[in-house]
């Protein structure tokens, strides 16, 4: 949320999957390491990196209601 009060909530991402620790990541996190290579490595511009994925394993780590009760501002 504070990326997104700064105006750069497409720099940062979270891609959550269910599965165990060092075992390899998921489509989604495949996915997200790729847009993120190809738009601040290689710098395109056409690739979205605006995206939380969340397949609920994220939910059981963090209660967000109990920690987040405000909406993120828009600073200047």
Not at 33 to 43: E, M, S, T
Not at 51 to 75: E, Q, V
Request: glycine share 6%; with cysteine.
């Amino acid at each position: 949320m504070v990326y997104e009060a700064l105006g750069f909530k497409e720099n940062i991402s979270i891609a959550m999957t269910d599965h165990n620790h060092c075992s390899g990541a998921g489509s989604a996190e495949k996915e997200a390491y790729r847009a993120f290579i190809q738009k601040f490595l290689f710098g395109k511009t056409d690739v979205t990196t605006d995206y939380f994925s969340n397949d609920g394993s994220f939910n059981k780590l963090i209660d967000f209601t109990k920690w987040i009760d405000w909406t993120a501002p828009a600073l200047q």
